[in-house]
């Protein structure tokens, strides 16, 4: 469990002190389910900071929106901390301007799962320390265990600990193991190739072309996307079987090498469409073939970005 | 399978070192195969071939320049890293990977391009056409296509 006072303290600082000009970070949302994204501007505000396991967006999304000279301060998460240092990378933000708070993190937890076994009038939920949720319902009082609910790429997680955090709350976590990773690619491709498209098939075609994976992702920040652009017209942007699976292939194409894993994809998606078995087959390719993984630190390019003579005895035909 | 498969050929300009076979690719390409004629095959979007995909083509052939002689020095490596990767993505959800041929193709050989292509084209014939990917309507049938 997270120490949140230790946090709000660290927080604080950092703003009565000056060392940045925001904190990004959380507070209780509308529901007790969604706790949102908030953007601290001076100390005082910090009081309503909040941080459990629902806190599911990644807020390295919230990077590109703010200008490059502006100092910021940001909670990362193992997956939020590689976002940053792929952003940092890709020149979105200079890493001094940033002060980067460490949470070691255990994963975060799937509301559908929740609403599933208790129902849509969730009245609160408390974390509790031997690793279960206590959720209250208006169906009654739920004590659910804690693994069991977690989103799908968070049981796969490799890195949860923050890897290049100016400050780190809380013990750090073993690491992941990649091979769980891979399972699932490896189940997945050796699926014949009907099968595989059927799938592909049956998950493109409950896309309503709302872009919310687009908005949820922090390595999508083009200003303007190729399905907006008009001339030339890249792909369909209608909700036609081309558009929707056009845009499902390229969105996670555009990823590759850059994708952290963070599945904020698909736990934005309103339609529960399943994408994550796309990055990861990406990511599981970049390990493989070019031992990279994204975000390790801010100074290794990414595959595609770099080209060396050696790969002349790989495409040999 | 009695339909002669479609395919599309992207060709880098450069790679064609032949006069009469650059000649043959401009001029005598046979009605099947619609050419796609690039600056380098770095100037290929994967865009580009997912288009081809969807808009029904059973063989996407791309043919460049031998590593270390393309003319921009390094665009074919770099294009090579990316297309190999998508047609491995498109694999995975269903358009099999014999379906994209690459071609390094060396300066110095004759006629390797009419070669290369036949024997993809047997190649496709037995796979039978790629109904799979694509889904685009086509022009002439109307509807929803913008």
Same mark, same amino acid.
């Given at each position: ?88 990378? $890709? ?14 993190? @255990? ?37 659910? @265990? ?36 891979? @399972? ?38 083009? $200003? ?74 801010? @100074? ?18 | ?42 100037? #290929? ?9 969807? &808009? ?18 390094? &665009? ?34 004759? &006629?390797? #391009? ?33």
């Amino acid at each position: 469990m997270l120490d949140l006072d230790a946090l709000m303290a660290e927080a604080k600082r950092v703003l009565d002190e000056g060392v940045v000009e925001m904190v990004i970070g959380f507070k209780a949302g509308d529901t007790p389910l969604h706790p949102q994204p908030a953007f601290f501007t001076s100390s005082e505000e910090i009081d309503q900071l909040a941080y459990n396991a629902l806190c599911q967006n990644n807020l390295a999304t919230y990077l590109t929106r703010f200008p490059k000279t502006q100092k910021i301060g940001m909670l990362v998460r193992g997956c939020e901390n590689r976002s940053v240092n792929a952003l940092v990378f $890709e020149g979105q933000h200079p890493r001094e301007g940033l002060y980067l708070i460490g949470i070691p993190c @255990e994963g975060i937890i799937d509301w559908r799962k929740i609403v599933e076994q208790t129902g849509e009038e969730v009245i609160s939920v408390v974390e509790q320390s031997d690793n279960t949720m206590l959720v209250e319902a208006r169906s009654g009082y739920f004590t659910l @265990e804690k693994h069991s609910l977690l989103h799908e790429s968070c049981a796969r997680c490799i890195h949860p600990n923050p890897i290049s955090a100016d400050i780190v709350i809380g013990d750090l976590l073993p690491e992941g193991d990649p091979a769980l990773a891979r @399972e699932q690619v490896a189940a997945f491709a050796d699926l014949p190739v009907e099968e595989r498209h059927a799938w592909f098939r049956q998950e493109a075609e409950r896309c309503i072309r709302c872009y919310a994976c687009r908005e949820a992702c922090p390595m999508c920040y083009c $200003e303007e996307c190729f399905v907006d652009h008009i001339s030339p017209r890249w792909t369909e942007s209608g909700t036609t079987p081309a558009g929707m699976q056009g845009w499902h292939i390229v969105r996670a194409f555009h990823q590759t090498g850059r994708c952290t894993s963070c599945g904020a994809c698909e736990r934005a998606c309103p339609m529960d469409i399943k994408m994550t078995y796309l990055t990861e087959k990406l990511n599981d390719d970049m390990r493989r073939k070019y031992n990279f993984e994204v975000g390790l630190d801010a @100074e290794t390019p990414t595959p595609f970005s770099t080209v060396t003579l050696d790969d002349k005895s790989r495409f040999v035909v | 399978m009695s339909e002669t498969p479609k395919l599309v050929l992207f060709q880098c300009q450069w790679c064609l070192f032949a006069p009469s076979d650059q000649e043959w690719v401009d001029t005598q390409l046979p009605e099947n195969i619609h050419l796609a004629k690039v600056p380098c095959t770095g100037r #290929i979007n994967p865009l580009y071939l997912l288009n081809a995909v969807q &808009g029904g083509a059973d063989g996407v052939m791309v043919s460049g320049c031998l590593p270390e002689q393309c003319h921009f020095k390094t &665009g074919n490596i770099a294009a090579r890293r990316q297309l190999d990767e998508f047609s491995d993505f498109l694999n995975y959800i269903g358009y099999e990977k014999d379906r994209i041929r690459f071609l390094w193709l060396d300066l110095q050989d004759r &006629g390797i #391009i009419q070669k290369e292509l036949a024997a993809f084209e047997a190649q496709i014939t037995t796979l039978g056409p790629a109904q799979n990917l694509a889904t685009r309507v086509s022009e002439t049938a109307g509807g929803a296509n913008a």
